[in-house]
Nanobody
Framework: QLQASGGGFAQAGGSLRLACATSGRTFSNLAMGWFRQAPGKGREFVAALRWTGGYTFYADSVKGRFTISKDNAKSTVYLQMNSLTPEDTAVYYC????????????????????WGQGTQVTVSS
């Protein structure tokens, strides 16, 4: 149900935009998130938004550089990534919750029931 795209290669300081298409499903009142997993590390939270109201949340490591947004008409969530660094190199996953998520839980993997296949982002120095 979730299809992530937009990964690729970038130089440090560059930008990429990821997209997560939800196959037309309406995720109103739910949460959409982006997570990433770098080689040899666990999966970590990157950003999330609540579909209704558009409230956004970010990991400290990406705050001010990444922007999560949505296009209701396209049922798509985006992750605009600017000022990329080699530390941003990872496989990025989009995820959707099955039901409403309280703010205190929105950064937890366990809050999300649906996951995309992942898209690779590689940033060179």
């Amino acid at each position: 149900q979730l299809q992530a795209s937009g990964g690729g290669f970038a130089q440090a300081g560059g930008s990429l935009r990821l997209a997560c298409a939800t196959s037309g499903r309406t995720f109103s009142n739910l949460a959409m998130g982006w997570f990433r997993q770098a080689p040899g590390k666990g999966r970590e939270f990157v950003a999330a938004l609540r579909w209704t109201g558009g409230y956004t949340f970010y990991a400290d490591s990406v705050k001010g550089r990444f922007t999560i947004s949505k296009d209701n008409a396209k049922s798509t969530v985006y992750l605009q990534m600017n000022s990329l660094t080699p530390e941003d190199t990872a496989v990025y996953y989009c995820a959707a919750s099955r039901s409403g998520v309280i703010i205190s839980q929105i950064r937890r993997e366990e809050s999300y029931a649906y996951w995309g296949q992942g898209t690779q982002v590689t940033v060179s120095s």
